[in-house]
């Protein structure tokens, strides 16, 4: 993970599994902050997965919300459908591909030892 350029959280967001998607996100980033503050400091994604599937549009609303106020990108995507993924797509290919310019700026800025 640490290899990493940009992290793409999935959120289930269906109700199946009787989880707050909210929760299960603060959940990962808390961990994520435990294992490593620069693996959390990572550009990130999140994609709120089985809108296909979904029984309460509260519980879509209310990720967005919070996920928005952290000032992440958000998407709905379906897996099973592919609505949403070409755009979740381009958005990480253009993440990845920022961070590459700046690894290379930096690297290119960098004294020589």
């Known amino acids: 993970i ?18 707050d998607p909210v929760e299960d996100f603060d959940t990962i980033m808390e961990e994520l902050r435990l294992f490593s503050p620069a ?47 070409p755009k979740l797509l381009e958005a990480a290919g253009r993440q990845i591909a920022a961070v590459r310019a700046a690894t290379a700026e930096e690297l290119v800025a960098a004294p020589e030892p």
Request: charged share 30%.
């Open 2 to 19: 640490e290899r990493t350029k940009v992290l793409i959280h999935l959120v289930d967001v269906s109700g199946s599994s009787g989880r």
């Open 39 to 85: 693996v959390a400091a990572k550009p990130q994604l999140v994609a709120a997965n089985k809108i296909d599937a979904l029984d309460d549009p509260a519980r879509l609303e209310r990720l967005e919300q919070h996920v928005r106020a952290l000032d992440l990108p958000f998407h709905r995507i379906s897996g099973a459908t592919g609505d949403g993924i």
